[in-house]
Nanobody
Framework: QVQLRESGGGSVQTGGSLRLSCAAS????????MGWFRQAPGKEREGVAA???????SYRDSVKGRFTISKDSAENTLYLQMNSLKPEDTAMYYC??????????????????????WGKGTQVTVSS
């Protein structure tokens, strides 16, 4: 059974940094497509960053240059380093994975919402 467990959320001031972690079990993260998504109260869930099986990364425009997605195969953990945080980054952040994803499906991007597995989320709050 695949489980994704996020951690690392918290409250910071504008300009601060946080590092989110997503520990995976029952799934080898070197396979498929993985990503970070977020949802603010009253808003639609949106993709933030994604990483494919080869380590190729993709970001939504609003976080480019500030966020970095990475994965550690030895730890079987996905990360999201978030720097220069802004109040508009406040949201529940979710880790997601799709082991089925292959290159023939297209590109692994933050706009691939059909991920097979999702974590329960970790809250990030940025105050001005």
């Amino acid at each position: 059974q695949v489980q994704l467990r996020e951690s690392g959320g918290g409250s910071v001031q504008t300009g601060g940094s946080l590092r989110l972690s997503c520990a995976a079990s029952g799934y080898i993260i070197s396979r498929g497509c993985m990503g970070w998504f977020r949802q603010a109260p009253g808003k639609e869930r949106e993709g933030v960053a994604a990483i494919d099986s080869d380590g190729g990364t993709s970001y939504r425009d609003s976080v480019k240059g500030r966020f970095t997605i990475s994965k550690d195969s030895a730890e079987n953990t996905l990360y999201l380093q978030m720097n220069s945080l802004k109040p508009e980054d406040t949201a529940m952040y979710y880790c997601a994975a799709d082991p089925r994803f292959v290159s023939g499906w297209g590109k692994c991007t933050p706009y691939y919402y059909a991920m097979e597995y999702w974590g329960k989320g970790t809250q990030v709050t940025v105050s001005s």
